[in-house]
Structures are given as C-alpha cells and as structure tokens.
C-alpha cells in the first residue's frame, strides 16, 4: 500500500466540512429563532399577568374601604341589642323543642323497681346541650348504678354520674345523679 501523496496540491474534504459547518449554523439559527419567540411570548404574557395583578390590588383596595366604610355605618348599640334578642329567641325555641313526655318515658323505662325519682331538673344551656339533674332514693347503691347503666343503655343519655349520695331515714339511699340528655330525633 503506498501512502506517500504525490499531488501537487493536497485534496480536502472541504464540502463535508462546509456542509456540516452549515448543518450546524441551521441548528443554531433554529433555537436562536425559537428563543427568541420565546422570549416575546413570555413577555407578553408576563405584561398580561402585571396589568391582572395591578386591577386585583386596586380592587382589593377598594373592597377594603367599602368595608372600612361599611363597618363604620354599623351602628354597635343596635347590633348588640339585635344580637341578643337573637340568643333569646333560640334559647326560647330550644325550650319549646324539649319533650318532657320523651323524657318522662325515657326515664320510667330504665327505672328499676326499688328506686323512685324524687326531683327531675333538665337545664339546656346556649349551646343547645341538655343536662339533667335528677334527684333519686334507692334501697341501695347497687339499685341506683344500675339504674344510671339503663340510663346509658337508652343511648339518649350520656356522662351519667352521681354528684352525691347520702343515706336516710330507714336506709334509703338519695342520691342526685347528672348526666348529659340529647334524644334521637
């Protein structure tokens, strides 16, 4: 094999260097053009996006003073005076809600014959929870736990617990038990 060049003037390949050369410069163009779209397509949607930020801060502005302005006409008195006529109301149709006849079943059921219901007090407070207080005489403790277990039983009572106890005359246990009323409904 003869590898001696015995030209005068060595030969280049220079159409496939002039050729990748221009390949090149067409991909750079490309991404150049591309970049460049880019850039205005953003900018303008970065212009959109300023002038939408700039009317929600003036709008914002102007719902706070209305606001502002709003919460000054209010007159305190009057709306106190509205306010707890209100809670007067409610407190007043929660106590026409509450069935005494749901409650007196309730507790006749879960009775056991040797205990008896001396007083029987149902206290609703602003939340609408009813609490009653129930006053009990029973020959014995066991009577009285038990007829507390049927209270709880009923599921329409619950936190039953005695507040006190005290033994009387002839034996008989009085005791004043509590617990939290909410009937199904």
Known sequence: MLRTNLSTRPFYNERGVRGTLAIAAAIVAFFTLFNLSQIVLLTQRHSALRTEIVAAETKGQELRAQAARLRQAV???????????????????NQRLFSWTDLLNRTAETLPDDVRITSLRPRIDRDGVVTVTMTVAGRSIDDIEEFMANLEETRAFTDVFPLQDERGEGGIIQATIEGKYAPAP
């Open 75 to 93: 007159d305190r008195k009057q709306l106190d005076s509205i306010s707890s006529a209100a809670r007067e109301a409610n407190e007043i149709i």
